[in-house]
């Protein structure tokens, strides 16, 4: 892996994917893995992505949230299952059957307009329920089913629906699982409600990441992780209800780091003023160092004045605010720094570390975001160490 002319860079990780599947795959203990590779996938980046998924045969399907992701899983050679969880125009459903998707169902329209596509093609259309339990985002309620199964009945080239799905709401945001419980039991309700309709489903899912780490009644059939594939824990409060039942620890590393180099270094005497809007004043002469990387490329602006990145090894603190494609960091403490310097934004450089959950506590989010929100357009390679 060749850095050398790169000025702004992610690197990934294959022994730390394997890791983090080996852990899951424990944990599903024979269930089918479907693995999230929505938004860019978490923003690790979809394409080198789905290269390290293909050499995993326990991973048998990949989740997108959209159309378009699903098709670019297909150009970037994924072969095996494709589910997708998000809505898609009702004008474009005939990709579901020429790149062999399986869509989750949500509205009456979509249903039916499938069921006329499977009325004239020649490869079956796998379609999955998404229920409503309490989270109120995408699914249908109890009093939709009826109609959702005389769909079913009308196009009987569209079959039953192969599987039956659902979301926890709050299951990683407290270490109280009773909504948890109670979705759950809505879940299994309504699928009593679906087989008197004649329309049993063949699998169940309902794990997250979260619901796979704790709860063995939440995996049936299939789980679904995404963040901890990337090797993040959905929360604290997850990792503390883990812990707590007496799980292991370190079942999980980061796949992602992000990195960057000096572009030029400054000598700032006293009293100055650095960046935008005149923010942060030195009390006494400063070396800072400017970095190509800004808030276009998913570096928060919320980290003004407040993060700090890695330099030989050592922290330096963001001085002023994030610009647009540029930031300052402050080495007057750290000799030796050099034009290209490489510099750490997220990862490990020497004994010192940054996570992405350090970075989403400062910019008050989630580690989710922090990684969802990084650029495209960044160079992803793949890390032979």
């Not at 020649?122 to 379609?127: A, G, K, V």
Request: aromatic share 8%; charged share 20%.
């Amino acid at each position: 892996m060749d850095t050398k002319n790169l000025l702004n860079w992610i690197e990934l990780s294959p022994a730390a994917l394997d890791k983090n599947l080996d852990s899951l795959s424990r944990l599903a203990a024979g269930r089918t893995i479907a693995v999230a590779v929505k938004s860019n996938a978490y923003g690790h980046g979809l394409a080198p992505m789905i290269d390290l998924l293909d050499r995993r045969p326990d991973v048998e399907y990949v989740s997108v949230h959209s159309l378009d992701e699903a098709i670019q899983c297909r150009k970037y050679g994924w072969s095996r299952r494709i589910l997708l969880l998000g809505p898609a125009p009702l004008t474009d459903l005939e990709a579901i059957p020429e790149f062999d998707l399986e869509p989750v169902v949500f509205t009456s329209q979509a249903l039916t307009r499938l069921g006329k596509l499977a009325a004239k093609s020649d490869r079956p259309i796998r379609t999955h329920v998404k229920l409503e339990t309490g989270t109120h985002r995408q699914g249908i309620t109890a009093k939709e089913l009826e109609q959702f199964a005389a769909i079913y009945k009308k196009y009987p080239r569209l079959g039953k629906p192969y599987g039956v799905s659902m979301h926890f709401a709050n299951i990683e945001d407290t270490t109280n699982h009773a909504y948890a419980q109670g979705q759950l039991d809505v879940f299994n309700t309504l699928i009593k409600r679906m087989a008197a309709l004649g329309i049993k489903p063949t699998i169940r899912h309902t794990a997250c990441s979260a619901a796979l780490i704790l709860f063995e009644k939440t995996r049936f059939e299939m789980v679904r992780p995404g963040i901890a594939v990337y090797g993040h824990w959905p929360s604290k409060e997850t990792y503390l209800s883990y812990r707590l039942g007496g799980g292991v620890n370190d079942i999980f590393s980061p796949v992602l780091s992000w990195h960057t180099r000096v572009t030029q270094i400054k000598k700032v005497p006293r009293d100055s003023f650095v960046g935008y809007g005149c923010t942060y004043r030195t009390t006494a002469p400063t070396r800072l160092a400017v970095l190509p990387v800004g808030y276009a490329d998913g570096y928060d602006r919320s980290l003004s004045s407040l993060a700090y990145v890695l330099i030989k090894g050592q922290r330096a603190p963001v001085r002023g605010r994030v610009c647009m494609n540029l930031m300052m960091v402050d080495i007057t403490d750290i000799p030796g720094v050099r034009l290209e310097e490489p510099v750490t934004l997220i990862g490990r450089q020497g004994e010192e570390s940054l996570s992405a959950e350090q970075v989403a506590a400062w910019a008050g989010t989630i580690s989710y975001e922090i990684l969802a929100r990084l650029s495209p357009d960044i160079s992803r390679l793949i890390s032979h160490v």
